[in-house]
């Protein structure tokens, strides 16, 4: 199975930003009665070079994707400084290419982020190993047409996809004693850049308008995961549940934008008010969009769909006492095109993502980030040379004063005291750090 490397819920109402402005001070935030978190970041810069085929694919695919060994032991590495991993993800707009694929001389790259937490006191005595193992998503593309084309009428576009190798490998974690940390996508098939190649030869758009499908595509994801040094009794079991980010597209002169939702609160409460953890939330490419077309005016809206994976201790399987709360804030970073001798000398796109800072002020007051999710949302800034602001969903989570996830280990820990009787006010919107002029 693939190639294997080892070395009481919180709520707030949305809060609509008045305005993209500079970030000002971060926000006060309330006490907490338990440790707080202390972040590591590591960037990556890893390619898209190399072809490999894995015991799970099919015996004449080959798949292009990242080479584990170009980020694992630095990964690894941090074990052994007394820190566990919590995220890894791609940073936006890191993608770059470089060669010409037409000659078969192509190289991508792709910038990412891993992002740790140091052991807690009551972890001390834990000692775990880093593993990540190779993983497929398979792919398939549709669309179907209704109405008349030029006065009222419709498509239904999108993708389906098959996530059973993640489930398996899900399960041969769980079965190993391991635990769940993070899912993300890694590579791509090379059957995607021969079906684009197709698409200009019209075989793949043949297909589409005889049969409503595309060619299926392969894209490659890497699955971290923890191991015990030492021999564990304790297993932990996984629910992967489907929760979908609706996206609806509105036009405004001179720009449209994307507005999505998701109902992150009513499934973490659900989950979390009964014990379980949130591990990731993994989108896993499954698309579905309606176009709606009225004379010149179009309705959109878009559904991606969500993976999210919870995980339980299995001797505390039917044990719904609540450990974790969780909560969601709201961070825009920006994109920024600049152009080089009035467009003749070329142009650069720069990144800023800005969330260490969110999250390590989160981090103080205990919460654990658990994913950075980005949304189709954004406004731009500016007529020449624009800023492109685009909205992101960073999703926390942190242990209930007083609660301990460890097995064995006492609760007792520094407890501060809140300044104020009465609940703990909840985390402001990240839409709270932006002012209006």
Same mark, same amino acid.
């Given at each position: 199975?693939g190639s294997?490397?080892?070395?009481?819920?919180t709520?707030?109402?949305p809060?609509?930003?008045?305005?993209?402005q500079p970030r000002?001070?971060?926000?006060?935030?309330p006490?907490y009665?338990?440790?707080p978190i202390?972040?590591?970041h590591i960037i990556?810069?890893? %390619?898209?070079?190399? $072809?490999?085929? @894995?015991?799970f694919?099919? +015996?004449?695919?080959?798949? &292009?994707?990242?080479?584990?060994?170009q980020?694992?032991?630095?990964?690894?590495?941090?074990y052994d400084q007394g820190?566990k991993?919590l995220?890894?993800v791609?940073l936006?707009?890191?993608?770059k290419n470089y060669?010409?694929?037409?000659?078969?001389?192509?190289q991508m %790259?792709i910038?990412f $982020?891993g992002? @740790?937490?140091?052991?807690l +006191?009551e972890?001390?005595? &834990?000692q775990?190993?880093?593993r990540?193992?190779?993983?497929?998503?398979i792919n398939?593309m549709?669309m179907?047409?209704?109405?008349n084309?030029?006065?009222?009428s419709g498509s239904h576009?999108?993708s389906?996809?098959?996530?059973?190798?993640?489930?398996?490998t899900?399960n041969?974690?769980? $079965?190993?004693?391991?635990?769940?940390?993070?899912v993300?996508l890694?590579?791509?098939a090379?059957?995607q850049?021969?079906?684009?190649r197709q698409m200009m030869?019209?075989?793949?758009q043949?297909?589409?308008?005889?049969?409503?499908?595309?060619?299926?595509m392969q894209?490659?994801v890497d699955?971290?995961?923890?191991?015990?040094?030492q021999p564990?009794s304790?297993r932990y079991?996984?629910?992967?549940?489907?929760?979908?980010?609706?996206?609806t597209?509105q036009?405004?002169?001179p720009?449209?934008?994307?507005h999505?939702v998701?109902?992150w609160e009513?499934?973490?409460?659900?989950?979390?008010?009964?014990g379980w953890?949130?591990?990731?939330?993994f989108?896993?490419?499954?698309?579905?969009?309606?176009?709606q077309?009225?004379?010149?005016?179009s309705?959109i809206?878009?559904?991606?769909?969500?993976?999210?994976?919870?995980e339980?201790p299995?001797?505390r399987l039917n044990d719904n006492?609540p450990?974790y709360?969780?909560?969601?804030v709201?961070?825009?970073f920006?994109t920024k095109t600049?152009?080089?001798g009035m467009g003749?000398?070329?142009?650069?796109?720069?990144?800023?993502?800005d969330?260490?800072p969110?999250?390590?002020?989160f981090?103080?007051?205990g919460w654990q980030?658990v994913?950075i999710l980005?949304?189709?949302?954004?406004r731009?800034?500016?007529a020449f040379?624009?800023?492109i602001?685009?909205?992101?969903m960073i999703?926390f989570q942190?242990l209930?004063a007083?609660?301990?996830?460890v097995?064995?280990a006492s609760?007792s820990q520094?407890?501060?005291?809140?300044?104020?009787?009465g609940?703990?006010?909840?985390?402001?919107s990240y839409?709270e750090?932006?002012?209006?002029?």
């Open positions: 199975m294997t490397q080892s070395k009481g819920q709520k707030r109402a809060v609509q930003a008045r305005a993209l000002i001070n971060l926000p006060e935030l006490p009665q338990g440790y202390q972040y590591h990556i810069n890893a %390619t898209l070079d190399v $072809q490999a085929h @894995f015991s694919m099919a +015996p004449n695919m080959s798949i &292009q994707a990242t080479n584990v060994e980020y694992y032991p630095q990964l690894a590495a941090m820190y991993m995220v890894f791609s936006p707009g890191s993608t060669g010409l694929a037409s000659l078969g001389q192509s %790259t910038k $982020q992002i @740790f937490r140091k052991l +006191p972890e001390m005595g &834990q775990w190993e880093l990540v193992e190779k993983s497929t998503l398939q549709f179907q047409w209704s109405g084309l030029f006065l009222n576009t999108g389906m996809t098959d996530n059973n190798h993640i489930f398996q899900l041969n974690i769980s $079965q190993n004693g391991g635990r769940l940390i993070s993300e890694t590579g791509m090379g059957q850049m021969e079906m684009q030869q019209g075989h793949a043949r297909q589409l308008w005889s049969t409503g499908t595309m060619p299926m894209v490659a699955v971290f995961y923890e191991i015990p040094r564990s304790e079991v996984y629910q992967v549940v489907s929760c979908p980010m609706q996206s597209f036009y405004s002169f720009h449209g934008q994307f999505s998701i109902n009513a499934i973490l409460t659900q989950y979390l008010g009964t953890k949130l591990v990731e939330i989108e896993d490419y499954s698309v579905s969009s309606m176009t077309m009225s004379g010149f005016s309705n809206t878009q559904n991606k769909n969500c993976l999210w994976i919870f339980k299995a001797s006492t450990y709360e969780g909560t969601m709201e961070h825009w920006k600049e152009l080089h003749f000398g070329g142009a650069s796109v720069n990144v800023t993502t969330w260490e969110v999250i390590e002020h981090g103080k007051i980030v994913r980005e949304t189709p949302d954004s731009i800034e500016g040379n624009p800023t602001h685009t909205r992101q999703f942190r209930i007083g609660k301990s996830d097995a064995g609760s520094p407890q501060p005291q809140p300044e104020a009787t609940d703990p006010a909840p985390p402001p839409n750090l932006y002012a209006e002029k």
